[in-house]
């Protein structure tokens, strides 16, 4: 029950662009919001990314600021993350993550915001 399926990632030189995407589907209610959290091993995963399904509202890790841009076809259930600039620091498993009202409200980054997530997506940027 509930879907969420990431695309888009890949390997990439420092400097470049991506661009992630994720569907959302099957979900038992409404999502409020959406995020992409990354992952590295041995590391918590981290808010990347956050915007609310309504109102469009985002938010951004201060280490992506200017860099990413997180939006979103509500008509389509897909959210988005375009990476640009991208840096070697960037190289994770970018996973997107909805939060319907059943969800705990808590801070946008916080992984127990949200109750449904996806498989995830490894970006590697080279230097």
């Known amino acids: 029950q509930g879907h969420l399926v990431e695309s888009g990632g890949g390997s990439v030189q420092a400097g470049g662009s991506l661009r992630l995407s994720c569907i959302i589907s099957?979900?038992?209610?409404?999502?409020?919001?959406s995020a992409w959290f990354r992952q590295t091993p041995g590391k918590e995963r981290e808010g990347v990314a956050g915007?609310?399904?309504?109102?469009?509202?985002?938010r951004y890790a201060d280490s992506v600021k200017g860099r990413f841009t997180i939006s979103q076809d509500v008509a389509k259930n897909t959210v988005y993350l375009d990476m640009n600039s991208l840096i070697p620091e960037d190289t994770a498993v970018y996973y997107c993550?909805?939060?319907?009202?059943?969800?705990?409200?808590?801070?946008?980054?916080?992984?127990?915001?949200?109750?449904?997530w996806g498989q995830g997506t490894q970006v590697t940027v080279s230097s």
């Open positions: 993550a909805a939060a319907t009202w059943r969800a705990i409200p808590d801070r946008w980054s916080d992984v127990g915001s949200y109750n449904y």
């Open positions: 099957a979900l038992p209610d409404p999502y409020t919001r």
């Open positions: 915007i609310s399904t309504v109102a469009g509202r985002t």
